[in-house]
């Protein structure tokens, strides 16, 4: 995003004005992006702690003109409800960030339930990441909200006990990430489909990794960038609904279409780092608990899932299964690479048609395969 002069003066003037009168009334220059939040209990006693992300901006544009010539220009012409659902999925990629902002989640279902969260970034614009103490929560699902947000869920849950982190783009959701027009057509306007039989295995996980009726904590770490929320949870929620969690995504302020996309696109290191730093923060969060990682061979996730796996064991990384995806590099030596010091009984490969027997590997009683 560049900053011209206007956009400058503009994001001052709301500063100022919402510093001045407050409360405000219902405010309809600015919006947040709420992200769903992870709760956990860092002393073990009841107490929990979320784990919360949001973005601060000035209202949407309606149209985004650098997307609307890219879309248009690499999808050949794309007709006009398509390019009107692309505008909606994408439409925070058009927001300006704003800094220095302060907002306040209204909390159900806990003892805290106003909590003002840090002043939104500077450099990384309207971005604030926090852990925020809300007391002991009666609901096992509470809600959080900003008042210019849609309210979202906290998924907390108790120290101990099973997870599961998994891939999205190609380990359960349809996404072809290997050929570039496919991808954009995916993630622009086509109606998101499920791989195939995963939101059945998905669902008797939720089941099979109950333990001490503990329900598995499902986490949804993906690469993509947190513009894509709404799109990305909306699919989980119309195809999970059994298997729900947060979803972790990454901070991208990208300044043009081609930028975003060529991100998603990209099978570079980035990527690597950024999640292997989640696993990290989720370990953090969840340090006794144990986790089955899920993940597909068409980019990095076996690399990742090996590097988590020696960095915290067994103790942590219980299981790693891996879809093997059509076109991407599924070589042993790939796999060796990636896998080298994990033991081979805790690694799975499975191609989409072996989908529906994952369900019957006792993983709850210490069987990866
Ligand atoms: C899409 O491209 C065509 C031909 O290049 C052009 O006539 C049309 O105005 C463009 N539409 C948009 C929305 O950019
Ligand atoms: C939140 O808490 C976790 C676990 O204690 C910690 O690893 C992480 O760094 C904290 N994050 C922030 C933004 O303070």
């Known amino acids: ?11 001052v003037a709301v500063i100022v004005l919402r510093s001045r009168a407050r409360p405000l009334p219902r405010r309809s220059l ?11 209990q860092p002393r073990g006693d009841g107490k929990v702690t979320i784990s919360i992300q949001a973005f601060a901006h000035l209202a949407t544009p309606e149209s985004f003109s650098p997307l609307t010539h890219f879309l248009n220009s690499t999808l050949h012409q794309i007709h006009g409800d398509h390019m009107a659902t692309a505008m909606q999925r994408f439409n925070l990629f058009g927001a300006v960030g704003i800094p220095f902002d302060k907002l306040t ?3 159900k279902g806990c003892e805290e339930q106003d909590v003002e969260l840090p002043r939104t970034g ?14 002991k929560c009666q609901s096992s699902l509470p809600t959080a909200k900003t008042d210019n947000s849609d309210t979202v869920t906290i998924f907390s849950s108790p120290p101990t006990g099973l997870g599961i982190i998994s891939d999205v783009d190609d380990t359960i959701k349809v996404t072809d990430v290997l050929e570039f027009q496919k991808m954009l057509e995916n993630t622009a306007y086509k109606d998101p489909v499920p791989v195939a039989g995963m939101p059945d295995l998905y669902h008797s996980l939720a089941k099979s990794l109950t333990s001490y009726s503990i329900p598995p904590q499902f986490i949804y770490l993906s690469d993509s960038p947190f513009q894509l929320f709404p799109f990305l949870n909306s ?12 979803l972790l995504l990454q901070s991208l302020s990208a300044t043009n279409p081609e930028e975003i996309f060529n991100f998603l696109f990209d ?5 690597l780092d950024f999640k292997v730093e989640q696993i990290e923060r989720i370990h953090g ?15 990095q996730d076996p690399e990742v899932y090996g590097k988590a796996y020696i960095k915290f064991g067994s103790r942590f990384i219980r299981c790693i299964w891996i879809h093997l995806v059509d076109g991407a590099d599924n070589s042993e030596e790939r796999f060796e690479k990636a896998f080298r010091g994990v033991p081979d ?12 027997r994952l369900q019957n590997i006792d993983v709850a009683g210490g069987k990866c395969k």
């Open 267 to 271: 099978k570079s290191g980035q990527k």
């Open 122 to 135: 500077f450099k990384d614009l309207g971005i604030v990441i926090a852990n925020v103490s809300v007391g």
């Open 235 to 246: 699919f989980l929620e119309s195809h999970f609904p059994a298997s729900l969690g947060p």
């Open 285 to 299: 969060f969840y340090p006794h608990k144990s986790f089955l990682v899920i993940g597909d061979s068409s980019k």
């Open 105 to 107: 989640l209204t909390v």
């Open 30 to 40: 600015t919006s947040t992006l709420l992200l769903n939040a992870l709760g956990f």
């Open 1 to 11: 995003m560049k900053f011209t002069l206007v956009t400058w003066v503009w994001i």
């Open 345 to 356: 009984d805790t690694i799975l490969k499975f191609s989409t048609s072996e989908i529906p």
